[in-house]
């Protein structure tokens, strides 16, 4: 059964300063990866996927990811970050080797960007 | 054009009562998800639909947990005999339904619900 581990509970990061956000995931077959964030009082928004290809992906608002097959990770990162930046993150995953729609989704990791 | 919605946006009820929770997908879109969010927890992957039927209800918690799509759109979540446990957040999600697995999930506001 496909996992996600979002090691850290919470990120802290001086505005203009780069942050990523970590994420680790276990699948059988081939992982289908998203980033999603979540305001106060909002529902989650998609920020970008991983499906195939390139190993950078380039989503909203800046931000960034890297699929890395051999660490079994996809990182959230950007470059500068910004105070409104500071919202709960969370990375996702589908498994081609189970061949069902289910997604799996991490704990959440806090951002705090700090002005 | 108009996103997920979903109704009520809070709902308490007493232990052993029955909720019902209503999500309104993007019109169009042919799957729909719900998921349940615990507090400090992420989403919960309880159900998918395409079109009418549940394709995977794997998540379900038990059999007080039921969900129906009879006409390919509007879904509707039931918990029969609620408990204290299932306070959380419920979450419904949509995607377009042809593009696979790749596919980008739209999610709703959700449906705060307390159980008393």
Redesign the interface.
Known sequence: AQSVAQPEDQVNVAEGNPLTVKCTYSVSGNPYLFWYVQYPNRGLQFLLKYITGDNLVKGSYGFEAEFNKSQTSFHLKKPSALVSDSALYFCAVRDDGTGGFKTIFGAGTRLFVKA | GA??SQTPSNKVTEKGKYVELRCDPISGHT?L?W?RQSL??????LI?F?GTGA??D??LPNDRFFAVRPEGSVSTLKIQRTERGDSAVY?C?SSPGSGG??E???????TRLLVL
């Open positions: 996103g997920v799957a998800y998921y400090g927890q992420g989403p919960e992957f998918y395409q394709a995977d794997s998540g979450l999600a697995m790749q980008t999930q739209y999610f709703g506001p959700g």
